[in-house]
């Protein structure tokens, strides 16, 4: 009952920032936890960043301190602000919403669609 559109990546030089959204339907958005995940080619799916319904937050070790999750409830939103990107954080991310605040991605039910990030050097 959740549906999830990404938005906000693209071409972005090392060192850069940028902003990614997650826009949900549905009325009970708030009582979601929302995940940020991504993949990179011939890689598995990593998870990145999760807010849960009380927002707490708990990101990636490889992107602790560089990257940002918040949630809008009022706007049935979630971000990822991204700062300091690399090389290495190149990949399609993909928000994704489920009832399990942890960093599998097997706890998630609904994903959105993905966008993808390219971090040149």
């Known amino acids: 009952q959740v549906q999830l559109v990404e938005s906000g990546g693209g071409l972005v030089q090392a060192g850069g920032s940028l902003k990614l959204s997650c826009a949900a339907s549905g009325r009970t958005f708030s009582t979601y936890v929302m995940g940020w995940f991504r993949q990179a080619p011939g890689k598995e799916r990593e998870f990145v960043a999760v807010?849960?319904?009380?927002?707490?937050?708990s990101y990636a070790d490889s992107v602790q301190g560089r990257f940002t999750i918040s949630r809008d409830n009022a706007k049935n939103t979630v971000y990822l602000q991204m700062n300091s990107l690399k090389p290495e954080d190149t990949a399609v991310y993909y928000c994704?919403?489920?009832?399990?605040?942890?960093?599998?991605?097997?706890?998630?039910?609904?994903w959105g669609q993905g966008t993808q990030v390219t971090v040149s050097s």
């Open positions: 807010v849960g319904w009380r927002a707490s937050t």
């Open positions: 994704a919403a489920g009832r399990q605040y942890q960093r599998y991605s097997s706890a998630y039910d609904y």
